[in-house]
């Protein structure tokens, strides 16, 4: 039998990083997928992106930071190491592009597998807090909660995580509070540009994450406010009230720089987007690279300046749905 799943990559708007220390994040899908599909085989095989390798003794299956950790860690959290299978990824999303692509592919991994067990699907929140489990434990990645939930749910999300500024056990862990905004929000007239960069969003975290836990003032104050603009952010984004949105987008980036979790090139490409037209330009991610997203009324003359600044591509956030079972 083979299995096809796929999930989609996000975008943050409002609110990141602080879905990691119980704040609120407005953030969106994008039309980019990491898809996973599982076969029958005679021993186990994990291809990604052209490139295979079999693991056959216990020690493959420990974590050799290369590209084929996402699948030893999720084979090694639903114990599948006896039981030979192939598994395939083929991903849309930029890599390690501070949109969830990483994340993305182990969701699809997780929904693909159960559904090849014959396994009954996860209530959304709980496959949210699984992968999550996966991603912090079996990969060993720093991580909030942002792209677990984005890559289950799809959609344009306004996230509450208020109780989940510590990690839980699973069988303890407070559920986020996830209102849908894409029956509100038609059509977001922002764009994403890469710098090609790429990054780690667990090494960017961590050191700001050490900072929050030992009470460092800048950070606990600046993340309670980019937690406020979220909220905040809620009603003029439902209205289309762009400027006010673009206001709190900038001020976030600017907390968010002040804490030195942005970096040169996404600096330089932000200043490229502010340019070009754009009202608004802020890190779509954790930062250190990846991408940036700009608020821009005139689309083709903000990414005429990303592009000529050297953006290595322009996607376009629009909400679309989470992971499903393609075939």
Request: glycine letters at 10%; a negative charge.
């Amino acid at each position: 039998m083979l299995v096809v799943a796929s999930a989609p990559g996000r975008a943050g708007i409002i609110g990141n990083p602080t879905d990691g220390y119980g704040g609120t994040v407005i953030s969106c899908s994008l039309a980019e997928r990491a898809t996973v599909s599982v076969a029958p085989s005679a021993e186990t095989r994990i291809t990604i992106g052209g490139e295979s390798t079999v693991l056959r003794e216990r020690t493959e299956f420990e974590l050799k930071q290369d590209r084929f950790d996402c699948a030893r860690a999720v084979l090694n959290f639903l114990h599948l190491r006896d039981q030979p299978l192939s598994i395939e990824v083929a991903t849309t999303i930029p890599i390690q592009a501070g949109l969830a692509g990483s994340t993305a592919i182990l969701t699809a991994m997780v929904v693909a597998l159960r559904h090849w067990l014959g396994l009954p699907p996860l209530e959304k929140h709980l496959l949210a807090e699984t992968v999550r489990v996966i991603e912090l434990h079996y990969l060993e990645i720093q991580c909030g909660y942002q792209d677990q939930y984005m890559t289950v749910f799809g959609g344009l999300n306004v996230m509450d995580f208020r109780d989940k500024e510590f990690y839980r056990e699973l069988k303890h862990e407070i559920f986020a509070r996830v209102e849908n905004l894409d029956g509100s929000v038609a059509e977001l007239p922002m764009l994403l540009a890469h710098t090609g960069q790429r990054r780690v969003s667990g090494h960017v975290l961590r050191p700001i994450r050490e900072r929050w836990e030992q009470g460092d003032r800048a950070v606990r104050e600046g993340y309670h406010r980019i937690a406020e603009l979220a909220r905040l952010g809620v009603r003029p984004l439902i209205e289309r009230d762009w400027e006010t949105v673009a206001r709190y987008m900038n001020e976030n980036h600017r907390i968010q720089q002040s804490l030195g979790a942005s970096g040169e090139v996404n600096d330089r490409m932000i200043e490229a987007a502010l340019n070009g037209g754009a009202l608004a330009a802020k890190l779509a991610g954790a930062g250190g690279g990846g991408t940036i997203l700009a608020l821009c009324l005139d689309p083709d003359r903000t990414a005429t300046a990303l592009t000529a600044a050297g953006a290595s591509c322009i996607l376009h956030p629009a909400p679309s749905p989470g992971v499903r079972i393609e075939s």
